[in-house]
């Protein structure tokens, strides 16, 4: 984390080592953080020397702040992980309570809509690209970092390592996209041909 170290309190640090320590994202890292400073701020002393009902009071102040559910959940869950891991008071936390938050299904578009969507794509790379998050739900972050020796065309599978939670895994790969992923390779080959041709 990128914290000038004269500003950081010694238990701020001792959490950013225990979450180095658990390997935890940058970015979950950050949220964890933000939420100890939030309760820092609301306290106006340390966190350490919270009680449960501060925490209560803590958390029925975001609520009518109008604080989303997800903003709520995710300091909560910041929170857990300072009071639980380091500074191993687990049983503080009894007053506090996630919110439940309705999960709604996504738009899905139809067939048609897909197929106009991807003629409006010019760019072989980027249809590529966005053929793969659509056909084989891979995020961003996964297809930028996917190598040829990814493509299983004997299996039709692609490999995606150390995707989401650090994991690999299969994903399924279609006749449709391997044809796209292909006339992308000989479109990305031809052009470094004309251009090593000097044109």
Not at 54 to 79: D, K, P
Not at 143 to 153: E, N
Not at 167 to 174: G, M
Request: proline fraction near 5%; include cysteine; charge should be positive.
């Amino acid at each position: 984390m990128s914290i000038p170290t004269q500003l950081i309190s010694p238990l701020r640090q001792r959490m950013i080592d225990d979450m180095t320590m658990r390997k935890l994202a940058p970015k979950t890292q950050r949220t964890y953080v933000n939420a100890g400073l939030k309760l820092a701020r609301f306290l106006k002393r340390s966190p350490a020397t919270a009680t449960a009902e501060e925490l209560r009071l803590f958390q029925l102040q975001l609520a009518a702040q109008g604080v989303s559910a997800i903003t709520i959940n995710a300091t909560i869950t910041g929170l857990k992980f300072l009071f639980e891991v380091t500074l191993q008071r687990d049983k503080i936390l009894a007053k506090m309570s996630t919110i439940p938050v309705p999960r709604r299904l996504p738009e899905i578009l139809n067939s048609d809509e897909i197929a106009r969507f991807m003629a409006a794509i010019k760019q072989p790379k980027y249809r590529a690209a966005l053929s793969i998050a659509y056909g084989s739900g891979l995020r961003i972050g996964e297809i930028v970092v996917l190598k040829i020796s990814d493509i299983d065309s004997q299996r039709m599978a692609i490999r995606v390592t150390q995707g989401k939670g650090h994991k690999d895994r299969y994903a399924l790969l279609s006749p449709v996209l391997l044809q796209q992923l292909r006339d992308w390779w000989c479109f990305a080959h031809a052009k470094k041909r004309i251009l090593h041709a000097g044109w």
